[in-house]
């Protein structure tokens, strides 16, 4: 004898009012079974009863949250023939008096949801930052944002160091080209950049870049420019090797009194001023330049910082 087709399975699990009840409502919001026998005033029981007949239908899935199941009707997995069922059932159930009382029932839920997230955020505005960086560790936001760079960019990161920001920058962008004067930092990043196939490491000065004109879309300088005898030189060199309407960044230490950091780490300059800076900036090629002191970290010894935006003249 030939099996059942399976739409008649399907009809048979559409076949209770109940069950479409709870489909609708699983199709809207993920919901646990408490939160289904608030909406649909009915005994935990009979709720879980209908739940596994859909389950084992294939009409809902759940995933666990804590020590609950959140539903959701699985749309995605039913075959479009059970789909089309669906929405002509869903249909003929739109009119019905338990449906308006549902919705109703429903937002109240939601609502009720809403007000104990609030609770939450309330008792732990304090503390929310600490519990953040516990979750989620100090830089998550950061490196989110890195999303932001256009995914066509050619990125200069000029005086790349350890090649730390190359790395973190290489699965955004074209291409990075790394550029470090230091014999010791070029064989940390070689090391740390070996194998990434979009950075290119090149070993040169700052002031005489080995890069042709234009190729850059984007250029950073993190940390750079207080190491280097001449920082006029080097913004001129970025503005050449950037395309009209490239961009550049700068972030270095703001103007300080530590003169123990030029023997300690061989800092050229005490950091600098802003309009120093800007002034530097507009007599390399560039225009649009934005200065910002940056929020200063508690746990952080050193000086205060800003960060530099210009545009490459076009």
């Not at 002034?279 to 952080?300: K, M, N, Q, S, Y």
């Given at each position: ?68 199941r959140l539903y959701h009707l699985a749309v995605n997995e039913l075959p479009p023939a059970a789909r ?231």
């Amino acid at each position: 004898m030939n099996a059942a087709p399976a739409i008649l399975s399907w009809m048979t699990s559409l076949a209770d009012a109940t069950r479409v009840r709870v489909l609708r409502l699983v199709e809207r919001h993920e919901l646990t079974v408490v939160e289904l026998c608030a909406v649909l005033q009915l005994p935990q029981s009979t709720v879980s009863r209908h739940l596994k007949v859909l389950a084992d239908d294939g009409w809902v899935v759940w995933r666990p949250e804590g020590t609950s199941r959140l539903y959701h009707l699985a749309v995605n997995e039913l075959p479009p023939a059970a789909r089309r069922l669906w929405t002509l059932t869903r249909e003929q159930m739109a009119q019905a008096l338990a449906t308006e009382q549902d919705d109703q029932r429903l937002a109240s839920v939601l609502a009720e949801r809403q007000s104990r997230s609030q609770a939450f955020f309330s008792s732990a505005a304090g503390k929310w930052d600490k519990l953040r960086r516990e979750l989620f560790g100090e830089r998550f936001d950061v490196l989110g944002l890195l999303a932001l760079f256009e995914p066509t960019w050619r990125v200069g990161d000029l005086g790349c160091g350890t090649g730390q920001t190359s790395e973190m920058l290489a699965p955004y962008v074209r291409r990075v080209t790394a550029v470090e004067s230091s014999p010791a930092m070029f064989k940390a990043a070689k090391a740390r950049l070996a194998g990434i196939p979009n950075v290119e490491l090149h070993r040169g000065d700052l002031a005489a870049l080995p890069l042709d004109d234009g190729t850059l879309d984007v250029a950073l300088l993190h940390l750079v420019l207080h190491h280097v005898p001449e920082p006029a030189a080097v913004l001129k060199e970025a503005a050449r090797a950037l395309a009209p309407g490239g961009r550049l960044l700068i972030i270095d230490m703001r103007r300080h009194e530590r003169r123990e950091y030029q023997q300690q780490m061989g800092h050229v300059w005490l950091g600098f001023e802003p309009e120093q800076l800007t002034g530097w900036l507009h007599e390399a090629g560039f225009d649009d330049v934005r200065i910002h002191t940056l929020p200063a970290d508690p746990a952080a010894k050193g000086p205060a910082l800003l960060s530099a935006v210009a545009v490459r003249r076009k």
